[in-house]
T-cell receptor
Framework: RKEVEQDPGPFNVPEGATVAFNCTYS??????FFWYRQDCRKEPKLLMS???SGNEDGRFTAQLNRASQYISLLIRDSKLSDSATYLC????????????FGTGTRLKVLA | DVKVTQSSRYLVKRTGEKVFLECVQD?????MFWYRQDPGLGLRLIYF???????EKGDIPEGYSVSREKKERFSLILESASTNQTSMYLC???????????FGPGTRLTVL
C-alpha cells in the first residue's frame, strides 16, 4: 500500500460546480498535512495547511479525518482558473524534514 | 516573500556528462531540499540540508551528490548523467521539521 494515495482523475467539472478530493495516508502517526496546487510544467505551490479542526480559505475547505486516515479538499463555485493538479502532502512525524507526496489529482474545470 | 531561483529552466545534457543544478534562496533559511518529479511517481526527495556543509540522504540519493558551501546556495550534482535521470528537478526551502516547504521554479533536465 502506498504511503499517500490520491485518485489521479481527471475530475472534469463545469464552472460553478462543487468538487471534492480525498487523500488517504497509511501512517497513523502522521503529523502535518498540506494541499499543494501544481499547474502544468510549474512548481507546486502551497494551497493550504490542514488542521485537525479543519481549515477554510475562501472557496476552499480542507479537513482531516484521523480516525479514517484521510484528508479532503472541497472546492466550491469552481473557476476555470482552478484547473490544476492538487497534491496531497503528509509528514510522518513531528521531527522530520521528510514530506511524502501523493501523485496528485487532476482537476479540469470546463466552461 | 522568500525567493528561490534555480539556475536553468531547461537543460539538455549527454550521457556521462557531469551536471550541476544550482538553487539559491534570498533569505537566511537553513533547510533546503532537492526533489525530482516523474509522472506517476510524484515528488521524491533526493537530498536535503539543514545547515552549511550538512546534508542528509533522501529516498533516492543514488547517482547524485550535493554541495552546501554557503547557506543561500544548495547544489545538486549528477556525477555521470544517465538517461534515467531525465526528470523535473525541484529545489525547496522550509522553516523547520514538518513545516511548510516552498519550491523554486524547477529545472527540466533531459539526458540524451
Amino acid at each position: 500500500r502506498k504511503e499517500v494515495e490520491q485518485d489521479p482523475g481527471p475530475f472534469n467539472v463545469p464552472e460553478g460546480a462543487t468538487v471534492a478530493f480525498n487523500c488517504t495516508y497509511s501512517n497513523s502517526a502522521s503529523q502535518s498535512f498540506f494541499w499543494y496546487r501544481q499547474d502544468c510544467r510549474k512548481e507546486p505551490k502551497l494551497l493550504m495547511s490542514v488542521y485537525s479542526s479543519g481549515n477554510e480559505d475562501g472557496r476552499f475547505t480542507a479537513q482531516l479525518n484521523r480516525a479514517s486516515q484521510y484528508i479532503s479538499l472541497l472546492i466550491r463555485d469552481s473557476k476555470l482558473s482552478d484547473s490544476a493538479t492538487y497534491l496531497c502532502v503528509v509528514t510522518p512525524d513531528s521531527g522530520t524534514y521528510k514530506y511524502i507526496f501523493g501523485t496528485g489529482t487532476r482537476l479540469k474545470v470546463l466552461a | 516573500d522568500v525567493k528561490v531561483t534555480q539556475s536553468s529552466r531547461y537543460l539538455v545534457k549527454r550521457t556521462g556528462e557531469k551536471v550541476f543544478l544550482e538553487c539559491v534562496q534570498d533569505m537566511d533559511h537553513e533547510n533546503m531540499f532537492w526533489y525530482r518529479q516523474d509522472p506517476g511517481l510524484g515528488l521524491r526527495l533526493i537530498y536535503f540540508s539543514y545547515d552549511v556543509k550538512m546534508k542528509e540522504k533522501g529516498d533516492i540519493p543514488e547517482g547524485y551528490s550535493v554541495s552546501r558551501e554557503k547557506k543561500e546556495r544548495f547544489s545538486l550534482i549528477l556525477e555521470s548523467a544517465s538517461t534515467n535521470q531525465t526528470s523535473m528537478y525541484l529545489c525547496a526551502w522550509g522553516l523547520g521539521p514538518a513545516d511548510t516547504q516552498y519550491f523554486g521554479p524547477g529545472t527540466r533536465l533531459t539526458v540524451l
